[in-house]
């Protein structure tokens, strides 16, 4: 059994899910991150099934989206840039709170996500040393040559796009290689395209840095989330933390 709770930390609302009867231990904790135009709603299976693997999980609600979303769906489809620098930015404070309130075992704070979220989980590893370990699922790293493809920012968004630059793992692949990663990807990805990921697995590879690294690959999967996955990530962080 598991318990969950809607609570607020650093000023963001987050889903808090548990072991039943835990909520007061040390355990290990997974932020975990949901995609573009999406909630920590939404994505509360990922809370529930790794509650259940014995852990922490905290999914806060990005800027602009669930219980922070102001219903003005147009001008978020244009501020995806400064919404996943903030993701990546408020990971410090959010587990600053967290354990401030509760206790955790600050050797196995892990973060996870999907699409965006995914790409937060690989923006905080890159800069955070705190992080045991980090599952990417359907997401990129690469911001700034993504950011030509995907959701291409308008001029007034563009300098969120440039402020990425230092967060963008072109440049940080040795902090990516000496923790455990998981990449997974469906092959047949239609909105993030799966060679994301294996762009980074070949870049490990290369340089030596993929000794850490399981990268995982789904056929005829578009971009979703499968039951392989939810598993793979569960498993992942079972064995990591």
Request: include cysteine; charge should be negative.
């Amino acid at each position: 059994m598991i318990e969950m709770y809607t609570e607020q930390l650093a000023g963001i609302e987050v889903l808090h899910a548990v072991p039943a009867g835990k909520q007061q231990e040390k355990l290990p904790v997974v932020f975990f991150y949901h995609g573009f135009t999406s909630s920590k709603l939404v994505y509360s299976y990922f809370a529930v099934a790794l509650a259940q693997a014995g852990m922490r999980v905290i999914m806060p609600d990005a800027d602009r989206h669930g219980a922070r979303f102001n219903g003005d769906d147009n001008a978020r489809l244009y501020q995806f840039w400064s919404i996943l620098k903030s993701n990546i930015d408020e990971f410090s404070p959010l587990h600053q709170a967290l354990s401030e309130r509760y206790p955790v075992d600050e050797q196995r704070v892990a973060v996870g996500g999907a699409s965006m979220g995914g790409m937060t989980a690989l923006g905080i590893m890159a800069r955070y040393s705190q992080v045991s370990c980090a599952a990417c699922l359907m997401g990129s790293g690469y911001f700034i040559s993504l950011g030509q493809t995907l959701f291409p920012p308008r001029a007034e968004e563009m300098a969120s796009l440039n402020a990425l630059a230092d967060y963008d793992i072109s440049s940080r692949l040795e902090n990516l290689a000496n923790r455990p990663l998981l990449l997974w990807h469906g092959e047949d990805d239609d909105v993030v395209a799966a060679q994301e990921t294996w762009r980074l697995e070949k870049a490990l590879v290369e340089k030596g840095l993929d000794k850490q690294l399981i990268c995982l690959r789904e056929a005829g999967v578009k971009h979703r989330i499968t039951p392989a996955a939810l598993a793979a990530t569960c498993s992942f962080f079972s064995q990591h933390l």
